[in-house]
């Protein structure tokens, strides 16, 4: 080896443990629980925007033509937007629900949706979308944040990539961060590993440990958080201070026929409006239990004005993160909050 050379070193050394950034068993023994629940193998990075800009990275090239949902999380568009303004891609926005028109998918080399959108609630068809996206040769990723694992299973449903901030229900107790990939193909899980370890977008041990220990109680804490989310929205709907209610759990709701067809159970997230930022700023005054957040899918009950955030929402548009409260107390919290 000559002076002033440097030897790249090795992804993998028989298999071992060599260097954290690489790998190590606290990863694995998280990936492999999240990789069963989604149905495929699982790649931790360290929050949500990590793996979505991972996902992309690892994707797009410069030309590309990608599907992504108007109506979805907003830092997604603007991380396309910004950090990717250099590759000239071709971007095409839908909204979650549609129209969803002939030809929307020709050319393109990676389609993302988002069922339930956040914040909206909407629900698109993952299995016809992903069957005519993948006609026109395109790659399908589902964003599963709201839903998680016990929710929906995207890669049954034939999407390509799950993408997911595990920050939110996954983790579920809103103190710490981190995100997923989940694919079926082990080349393209080889590409998100590589690009994980080269970028240095690496989860941190006792955060990992820390989402490990929170899986154990995620089925009772969706059950409890979907109980609290239908009750309030019986309580809600009709009452003279709330408008534009949605929740893809509630019969009627323009979501529900579609997300009956994909999803094994119902989240605590739902959405409404009400007059104004000052009507918002007072019901979280006036309210105990619930608190102001822009996180989801803790053991709290969290209200986030998105307009605040740049998100194409009324001043007033609320997304409510039904927590683990009593049931009774929640309702009759929320009531008073309002009246």
Known sequence: MQPGMVMAAP????????????GNPTWRALETAIGD???????????????????????????????????????TRQLVADEFADLALDVREIP??????????DGVRLVLL??????????????????????????VAVDNTTATPLGQRPLELGADIVVASDTKALAG???????????????????????????????????TWLVHRSIGTLDLRLARQAENAAALVERLRGHPAVSGLRWPGAAGDPAHEAAKRQMRRWGGVFRFEL?????????????????????????????????QWGDPVPEGFVRFSAGCEDTADLVADVLQALS
């Open 173 to 207: 107790h809103s103190d710490l961060l981190m995100g997923h990939l989940s694919v079926r193909d082990d080349e393209l899980a080889e590409r998100f590993v590589r690009a994980r370890t080269l970028s240095g977008s690496i989860p941190g041990p006792f955060e």
């Open 37 to 75: 629940l989604d149905g495929g193998r699982c790649v931790l990075l360290p929050s949500g925007m990590a793996a979505i800009s991972t996902l992309l990275r690892s994707v797009l090239r410069h030309g590309d033509a990608v599907v992504l949902p108007s109506d979805g999380y907003y830092a």
């Open 11 to 22: 992804y993998h050394l028989g298999g071992g443990d060599f260097y954290g950034r690489a």
């Open 275 to 307: 007059a104004d930022a000052a009507a918002v700023a007072e019901f979280l005054r006036r309210s105990r239990l619930v608190v102001a957040a822009t996180s989801f899918g803790g053991l709290h009950s969290t209200v986030d004005r998105r307009a």
């Open 114 to 139: 988002e069922t339930p959108s956040n914040p909206g609630g909407d629900v698109c068809d993952i299995a016809e979308l992903a069957e005519r996206a993948h006609a026109a040769g395109a790659l």
């Open 96 to 105: 979650t629900p549609g129209p969803w028109p002939d030809g929307v998918f």
